[in-house]
């Protein structure tokens, strides 16, 4: 049972736009919702991350908007660069419990 | 800059064979992580263990197993590897089951 889903699998956007990765969950009682970063041959590292007290979060040229009643968020990349070319992966947690991560979405960036 | 170290980078070995891998953290977390990685960038974790309590992912065969001299390492040895067990094995540290941060991985080639 996949309680966070991530679409698409894969997206490919130009240059210069804005790249927009949408994930969604089932329970309720989520909480915090991290998005990690991995480049190929690295491990996920921590980009952003929003409370579910919140329903925006601005980091740089990333931003996270959530809808609770709608149980879904999303990650904005703005000004979309080729170095923002890697492996998206939206998690999710309760409290103090582990995090469930998302199968991750494979943003290309064309130059 | 990394904080969460694991080796080998790269592991091949045979069917039947025995393998350890080992992770240090410097970021003076309490809890410490193994997920496994397969082909397709799926985040599975196998254990997360703190000074207290190992938690163990029921899903994981027993031929996995965490080793923990102090709460700065945690090593994973697998007792009879098996072609399934090819992945990258990903090891992650955090405080008070907060924000994780992963190491580069240890790909593992089983042939």
């Known amino acids: 049972q996949q309680q966070v889903r991530q679409s698409p699998q894969s997206l490919t956007v130009w240059e210069g736009e804005t790249a927009i990765l949408n994930c969604s969950y089932e329970?309720?009682?989520?909480?915090?919702f991290p998005w990690y970063q991995q480049f190929p041959g690295e491990g996920p590292a921590l980009l952003i991350a929003?409370?579910?007290?919140?329903d925006k979060k601005e980091d740089g040229g990333f931003t996270i908007f959530f809808n609770k009643r709608e149980k879904n968020l999303s990650l904005h990349i703005k000004d979309s660069q080729p170095g923002d070319s890697a492996t998206y992966f939206c998690?999710?947690?309760?409290?103090?419990?582990?995090?469930?991560f998302g199968a991750g979405t494979k943003l290309t960036i064309k130059p | 800059e990394t904080a969460v170290f694991q080796t080998p980078n790269y592991h091949v070995t045979q069917v039947g064979n025995e393998v350890s891998f080992n992770c240090k953290q410097t970021?003076?977390?309490?809890?410490m992580y193994w997920y496994k990685q397969d082909s397709k960038k799926l985040l599975k974790i196998m254990f997360s263990y703190n000074n207290k309590q190992l938690i163990v992912n029921e899903t994981v065969p027993r031929r996995f197993s965490p080793q923990s001299s102090d709460k700065a390492h945690l090593n994973l040895r697998i007792k009879s590897v098996e072609p399934e067990d090819s992945a990258v094995y990903l090891c992650?540290?955090?405080?008070?089951?907060?924000?994780?941060?992963f190491g580069p991985g240890t790909r593992l080639t089983v042939l």
């Open positions: 992650a540290s955090s405080y008070r089951g907060l924000e994780q941060y």
């Open positions: 329970n309720s009682a989520f909480d915090y």
């Open positions: 998690a999710a947690r309760n409290g103090n419990e582990k995090i469930t």
């Open positions: 970021l003076g977390h309490d809890t």
């Open positions: 929003i409370r579910s007290v919140s």
